[in-house]
């Protein structure tokens, strides 16, 4: 029983289409996450909703918005995919806002943009 | 504004050998501290934390790390790697009062060969 899911595992796409990666998790936990992982495996933040509110929106473009219909629920939707946004996509989640316990990580989707 | 520093990008070592995989951090409030691993195509798993207590703290797996706090330091070792420890690790700091948001260092990629 996966923990944190994301769908689709890999995604290949045009440049300039628009595209949706979904997250769901049955942790029960508050906070979920989108961090990007490039290819030198860097990590970046990107979002965070704790109960299907916005708590942390670091500088992405705004061609990338993030929806939570729910807390168990959080989806990211990017416009007008470009070469650029081509990386390895993580959604986590964690118990309250406080970070103590960790996140869980999904196992990625791997966004290619030709 | 927090920051984690990995010195070692890549550390081959041989099977049943010991490892140490360095990682500092800069912040200018207390944080919590992590160790996570990312198997080959996989999402990262947490390793470890340190929030308080005892510096030294221990995984399941035989990993420990310490807590250093004037060196603002938090290394990761292990007495005897197996072949199966071969990944990638992450430090993280996360900050309590900013929503709990986690910054990685840039990984360290550890090989053991036979």
């Known amino acids: 029983d996966t923990a944190v899911s994301q769908t689709p595992k890999y995604l290949v796409t045009q440049m300039g289409n628009d595209k949706s990666i979904k997250c769901e998790q049955n942790?029960?936990?508050?906070?979920m996450y989108w961090y990007k992982q490039d290819s030198k495996k860097f990590l970046k933040i990107m979002f965070s909703y704790n109960n299907k509110e916005l708590i942390i929106n670091e500088t992405v473009p705004n061609r990338f918005s993030p929806k939570s219909p729910d807390k168990a629920h959080l989806n990211l939707h990017i416009n007008s995919l470009e070469l650029g946004d081509s990386a390895v996509y993580f959604c986590a989640s964690s118990q309250g806002t406080g970070g103590i316990d960790g996140y869980t990580f999904g196992s990625g989707t791997r966004l290619t943009v030709v | 504004a927090q920051s984690v520093t990995q010195l070692d990008s890549q550390v081959p070592v041989f099977e049943e050998a010991p490892v140490e995989l360095r990682c500092n951090y800069s912040s200018s409030v207390s944080v919590y501290l992590f160790w996570y691993v990312q198997y080959p195509n996989q999402g990262l798993q947490l390793l470890l934390k340190?929030?308080?207590?005892?510096?030294l703290v221990e995984s399941i797996n035989g990993f420990e790390a310490e807590f250093n706090k004037s060196q603002t330091s938090f290394h990761l070792r292990k007495p005897s790697v197996h072949i199966s420890d071969t990944a990638e690790y992450f430090c993280?700091?996360?900050?309590?009062?900013?929503?709990?948001?986690?910054?990685f260092g840039d990984g360290t990629t550890l090989t053991v060969k036979p």
């Open positions: 993280a700091v996360s900050d309590p009062g900013n929503a709990g948001k986690s910054t």
């Open positions: 340190y929030l308080s207590g005892s510096t």
């Open positions: 942790l029960g936990h508050d906070t």
